[in-house]
């Protein structure tokens, strides 16, 4: 019996079935993404990346970067912290609330809640004790906030506010998620390391900037040249071992400032209704920080 056409129809449901898995429905759900609404704040998100960034990604591609950093928070969830703010007047109604919410915590430990306000009085907890805490609180005449934490290993190790999200790279073409965490995760970096000449640093020299770096240093992406009637504020501060001969100095390219440029720009921390979190009233989120200097 031939099973050519049988085995053929099945090869060609298989390829169709992953064709329309892996390429049509992604393209569905994210390929009509518009910029979105931040949660309490009046800005949508995001905008585009400055010139000299979007410059610094094609440079970030072509490096590999991807090859070993990646930007992926993950998340597990969410949980509530509880903040008062004010006492009121009632201060015995107040700790009666605190007694009966926090079976726990002794007497003396909660009236040391009430100094120095505002101050975290429920931490990690889940959404319903806190919105009753929340309550409870409101009708003893004090005033508190909810406010809404993500927790994950990655966020916890300082790589994230929050998780990611597709968002989050509406306007970068091509999309740099990477795959390997050889080093560090990128999403946020532009937050943890805010300083231009940090980065040039460690572009340079990972080793100076972090001990037992196994990244490797991207010289060729800065010139030695002969310093003229006076240092380029751009040049690099190196060590002896590493500092040019004397009258000349290290400058970045305009590829080593476009990079730069891009990492600085990697800020997620904008809170969106698909990836909530509160934002602190004197750290409301930026898309994009200023690109370092742009002479060569």
């Given at each position: 019996m031939n099973h050519g056409p049988v085995i053929f129809l099945a090869a060609f449901l298989a390829l169709t079935a992953s064709w329309f898995g892996f390429v049509l429905m992604p393209d569905i759900q994210v390929g009509g993404l518009q910029q979105t609404n931040m949660v309490g704040v009046a800005a949508t998100y995001p905008v585009e990346r400055p010139g000299l960034a979007r410059e610094g990604l094609d440079v970030y591609r072509a490096n590999g970067c991807a090859s070993c950093h990646s930007q992926q928070v993950r998340q597990s969830g969410t949980v509530c912290n509880v903040v008062m703010t004010d006492a009121g007047t009632n201060r015995v109604a107040v700790i009666d609330v605190l007694t009966q919410e926090l079976p726990d915590t002794s007497r003396s430990e909660i009236e040391q809640m009430l100094v120095g306000l505002p101050k975290t009085v429920l931490k990690g907890s889940d959404r319903p004790k806190a919105n009753r805490m929340v309550r409870a609180l409101k009708s003893s005449g004090?005033?508190?906030?909810?406010?809404?934490?993500?927790?994950?290993?990655?966020?916890?190790?300082?790589?994230?506010?929050?998780?990611?999200?597709?968002?989050?790279?509406?306007?970068?073409?091509?999309?740099?998620?990477?795959?390997q965490r050889i080093g560090p995760d990128l999403a946020n970096v532009g937050l943890r390391e805010p300083d231009a000449r940090w980065e040039y640093l460690h572009l340079y020299a990972p080793r100076l900037e972090v001990k037992g770096s196994i990244m490797p240093p991207f010289r060729y992406l800065f010139d030695e040249r002969k310093i003229g009637q006076a240092p380029s504020p751009?040049?690099?501060?190196?060590?002896?071992?590493?500092?040019?001969?004397?009258?000349?100095?290290?400058?970045?390219?305009?590829?080593?400032?476009?990079?730069?440029?891009y990492l600085l720009s990697l800020q997620a921390t904008a809170p969106l209704f698909n990836a909530p979190l509160t934002v602190p009233p004197s750290a409301e989120p930026t898309a994009q920080t200023n690109a370092p200097s742009k002479n060569p």
């Open positions: 004090a005033k508190s906030s909810l406010s809404i934490v993500p927790v994950g290993p990655d966020i916890a190790r300082g790589w994230g506010k929050r998780q990611t999200v597709a968002e989050d790279f509406l306007y970068d073409d091509p999309v740099m998620l990477g795959s751009d040049a690099l501060a190196l060590p002896p071992d590493l500092a040019p001969p004397h009258g000349y100095e290290i400058v970045p390219t305009r590829k080593a400032q476009g990079l730069v440029a």
